[in-house]
């Protein structure tokens, strides 16, 4: 086991750290000229970039602080004898300056740490020796973690039979790199250093292991006690609970064979074409009712998630060499988007002419293209959308795409395309 680097100095400073816009106090208990470890009441995730300021005097009931030092936090672990607290590594980006405390705080007489919360050097060695990590084997809701240092977990439960403690798995943010096809949809290629690598593709998403309800969207399913939030389902459970309960047998069915694995982080191939199966076999079943809250909007929003879902299943087909399918399921998309696009308005009706018009490009529709690419110049003709909005930003964007794609049309066209990536 490596030695606590002599350079870090034991000490007892109030400090403030911004992230955001959130303010929060934390006391550091070692320090040199580069980094601190500091405890936290609360979680902060690896690689998150902050302001750090030490106080100028512990003993003020309203400290002074010296000036900000930028920060980037390097590890985090969980404190053993206290689950509510965490140890954090942070790093000083660049040279810390005369005004910013840390000449001051190394040189000041050695305080009488607070001998419950104070860091040990055992500690201390083991915030140091190991790699970036945001959560423990189990969270405090009794779930268990995720095996990825790059993926979170959320516990939820099911609106539609109630299931409890389903793990609700999210990507980190900064912790993979990914790259997006002509269509808009990501994929993952590398993890960043000490990070896990995740194709999160694959496990996005969630599946109720009683009832089968998929869905990638957290929303869509209950908070558990403590969490925030997502408490009243988006969606009228009475109005499609006998049809869904008359569809669990089918779907268990599906399920059955790949259950290995399936409700954990390490999904294969098939299972995650099967969970996005389900995805969509979900939301067509809202999407039926009649007696959906706020039916016009959300019967489209689900429309469309649907689209976003099978847009998915096509990039993990094609990325596995699967091109039959994966262009079966583009021209699936293509009927169910022509199906709703006239219902659509602001900006989804923007992005449905977006990728309408990227697919009639890649099959080669040359006059469904022209078609598009039109109605995305004459969205704003008479000039109403302000320019500081999103759906202008979202036009501005998708018009300037589709308008190279176009002009560069025979490079984007699926007998010259390598998988669905774009050219270069």
């Given at each position: ?40 009441n ?25 000036a ?48 419950q ?23 405090t ?15 939820v439960?099911?609106h539609?039979?109630s ?25 993952y ?51 499609i ?21 399936f ?14 199966d389900?995805?969509?076999?979900t ?45 079966k ?77 176009y ?6 066209s ?11």
């Open positions: 086991m490596s030695k606590m680097p002599e350079e870090l100095k034991v000490v007892n400073i109030v400090a403030a750290i911004t992230i955001g816009s959130k303010i929060k106090k934390i006391t550091i208990h070692n320090l040199c000229m580069s980094c601190c470890i500091a405890r936290l609360f979680e902060i995730k690896p690689f998150e970039h902050a302001v750090l300021q030490l106080s100028e005097d512990n003993g003020r009931e309203t400290p002074s602080f010296y900000p030092i930028k920060i980037t936090i390097e590890t985090v672990t969980q404190n053993e004898s206290d689950p509510e607290a965490y140890y954090a590594k942070i790093k000083f980006n660049g040279i810390v300056t005369a005004n910013q405390g840390v000449v001051q705080s190394l040189h000041s007489e050695k305080p009488s740490p607070d001998t919360n104070h860091t040990s050097t055992k500690d201390t060695t083991r915030i140091l020796s190991q790699g970036a990590t945001n959560s423990p084997s189990k969270t809701s009794g779930i268990s973690a995720s095996k990825l240092n790059s993926v979170s977990v959320t516990p439960r099911c539609m039979c299931q409890k403690k389903i793990p609700f798995w999210s990507l980190q943010n900064r912790t993979m790199l990914s790259k997006t096809n002509i269509f808009g949809v990501s994929s290629t590398e993890a960043m250093p000490r990070r896990d690598f995740c194709d999160f593709n694959l496990i996005r998403v969630i599946v109720c292991p009683k009832c089968f309800f998929a869905s990638s969207d957290i929303l869509d399913f209950k908070k558990e006690n403590g969490s925030q939030g997502f408490s009243r389902a988006p969606f009228d459970k009475k109005a609970s006998k049809q869904w309960d008359k569809g669990i047998s089918a779907r268990k069915k599906l399920v059955a064979p790949h259950l290995d694995g409700f954990d982080d390490e999904r294969n191939l098939e299972q995650a074409l099967l969970s996005y389900l995805a969509i076999i939301g067509d079943e809202m999407f039926k009712s009649d007696e959906m809250l706020d039916p016009k909007r959300r019967k489209y929003h689900l429309a469309r998630k649907a689209i976003y879902y099978m847009m998915t299943k096509a990039e993990l087909l094609i990325n596995n060499e699967n091109t039959a399918a994966a262009e399921i583009l021209q699936d998309v293509i009927i169910r988007l022509e199906t709703i696009f006239p219902y659509l308005q602001h900006e989804p009706s923007i992005r449905a002419g977006f990728l309408l018009g990227m697919l009639s490009l890649y099959f080669e529709d040359y006059l469904k293209l022209g078609q598009y690419l039109t109605f995305l110049r004459e969205f704003n003709k008479d000039g109403k959308i302000a320019e500081d909005s999103e759906e202008y930003k979202t036009l501005s964007t998708s018009l300037k795409k589709l308008d190279e794609a002009q560069n049309r025979a490079e984007y699926k007998t010259n395309l390598t998988r669905f990536e774009k050219p270069f």
